[in-house]
């Protein structure tokens, strides 16, 4: 693996904690600047176009901007099992039209209904059988949904085509997608070193052909540029490690018509049995805020952030812990380039979340890895559970998670929990409100909580008496004061774990 991971007996993470949100001395002027409880006041970090955009999101309301969706990544080969949930936040029913691309073309995927306030499940194999492909979701009344993808791994056999349900399922990832392609992604994460196989995904929602300038930001060493060719209405799927060997790399793609990308990770070399996915971000930003991290029960974290700059970046990291904020020292990334943070090396056994600010505009990413005990209790180096996220370059009002567990799936699959990790970075409390959708949308729940200052709260979804498959609503309900969330499934055996942001507005 990239760096010894610490090994301990399983623990259930812990619901919300009592914080001591003391501000600590070296604390940056700018931290959270505009952020801060003014009613009517927003911050609006910029990207170097000076439009507001982050994470592939466009950050211009929830008009039609969230009403169409795309997920570049989706396999039902090679022992992968992919499903597609869907929920509508509206108090009217809405049609989702789903449109899937493969390597050879586009294909219909019809159009499915849901109630008001509603999740919905849509497998795709029923209509692609055992291929790759991409995904586009788009709401036929023009009303604001949230779509994100699941991709559960094979337990023995990779070269196996996927047969719904499958009893014997490894590990899984997931994504939120995205609202519009780009000309232009950026990934801080990437390695193709550490027994990882990493690989770009990229959809062409296009009637035209699309050529990619696929630039490798190598950790340690100068940037290196291939060209890729993408049919029209197809997806590709590229091997990092074809291009450039055993390397840690970001990674940034340029097309010539707007397309869509995601990264994805696996471990254990071609085996695939565990990994994680992220989608890019579309522009770099001064700031981005991470609201998952630990270096507690057993978790290594790495923060990645990209340079994809001309010039070198000075780089803060701020950690929000229970203990009050800890400022790291200012570090540099040359041009063209990234650098990886190991958290547990100055920040052990705390949970926490992340606020990065550059000297120029970045982009940040965070990894984390977590090992398990076999059954004899001996260490066993290929049973761990991984995730990734991409970061935010602003808090937002309200956050949408398509898909949540409490205990079992819609196959009965054992999951450890869900939970809700939300990031505070006001100087006071907010008051946040959590609801759980149903596939009817008639046993809908609703709960409300203080966050406290400058802090990240974890909260369970199976602690609030959640079974089975739900959407998650999540929304700050003070005034003038916005959140960041992430969400985090852990599969309870074998070890598994997957995390997304959300889609958000404001």
Not at 176 to 189: N, R
Not at 403 to 422: E, H, P, Q, R, V
């Amino acid at each position: 693996m990239r760096a010894h991971i610490a090994r301990m007996e399983r623990k259930k993470r812990p619901g919300a904690r009592n914080v001591v949100p003391g501000i600590t001395a070296g604390l940056l002027a700018v931290l959270l600047v505009g952020t801060m409880c003014h009613a009517g006041a927003t911050h609006a970090a910029q990207g170097s176009s000076g439009s507001v955009k982050v994470s592939g999101h466009h950050v211009t309301g929830a008009g039609p901007n969230h009403s169409t969706w795309y997920l570049a990544e989706g396999s039902n080969n090679w022992g992968f099992n992919t499903s597609v949930a869907i929920v509508n936040p509206n108090d009217i029913a809405v049609d989702a039209m789903i449109t899937y691309m493969t390597n050879g073309g586009e294909i219909p995927g019809g159009t499915v209904n849901l109630p008001p306030r509603s999740q919905a499940t849509v497998l795709p194999y029923e209509v692609v059988g055992g291929s790759d492909f991409s995904t586009r979701v788009k709401c036929k009344e023009g009303a604001t949904i949230a779509v994100e993808r699941m991709m559960y791994m094979p337990e023995d056999d990779a070269s196996q085509l996927c047969v719904w349900p499958q009893e014997e399922l490894r590990g899984h990832h997931s994504s939120i997608g995205v609202t519009s392609p780009s000309g232009t992604w950026y990934f801080p994460e990437g390695s193709s070193d550490w027994g990882f196989e990493c690989w770009l995904l990229v959809q062409n929602p296009n009637r035209q052909e699309a050529t990619c300038k696929v630039t490798y930001m190598i950790e340690g060493g100068g940037p290196r540029t291939f060209e890729k060719k993408l049919q029209a209405n197809s997806r590709r799927s590229f091997n990092i490690g074809d291009d450039i060997g055993m390397k840690d790399t970001s990674i940034r793609v340029d097309a010539n018509v707007p397309v869509v990308a995601e990264r994805s990770m696996y471990v254990e070399n071609k085996k695939r049995k565990e990994g994680h996915v992220s989608i890019g971000a579309d522009s770099p930003s001064r700031d981005f805020f991470l609201a998952e991290g630990s270096t507690a029960w057993g978790f290594t974290t790495y923060i990645l952030v990209q340079n994809p700059n001309s010039d070198s970046a000075q780089v803060t990291l701020t950690y929000m812990t229970d203990e009050g904020l800890r400022t790291q020292p200012v570090f540099t990334i040359p041009p063209n380039s990234r650098k990886t943070v190991r958290v547990n090396d100055v920040l052990p056994d705390v949970d926490f979340a992340t606020y990065i600010h550059g000297s120029v505009p970045i982009v940040a990413e965070r990894a984390m890895y977590r090992d398990f005990p076999n059954q004899e209790g001996q260490d066993h180096a290929s049973d761990f559970a991984c995730h990734d996220s991409i970061g935010l370059a602003e808090p937002h009002t309200t956050f949408y998670l398509p898909n949540g567990m409490g205990k079992t799936d819609m196959f009965g699959a054992n999951f450890s929990d869900t939970y809700i990790l939300i990031q505070n970075p006001n100087p006071s409390e907010v008051t946040v409100e959590i609801s759980y959708l149903t596939h009817d949308g008639l046993e809908n729940t609703t709960s409300t909580v203080d966050v406290p200052a400058y802090s990240r709260r974890t909260y369970s979804m199976s602690d609030s008496g959640i079974e089975g498959s739900r959407a998650i609503i999540v929304s700050s309900k003070t005034a003038g004061c916005k959140i960041v969330v992430e969400k985090s499934i852990y599969w309870n055996s074998p070890a598994s774990g997957t995390c997304t942001i959300g889609c958000f507005e404001d």
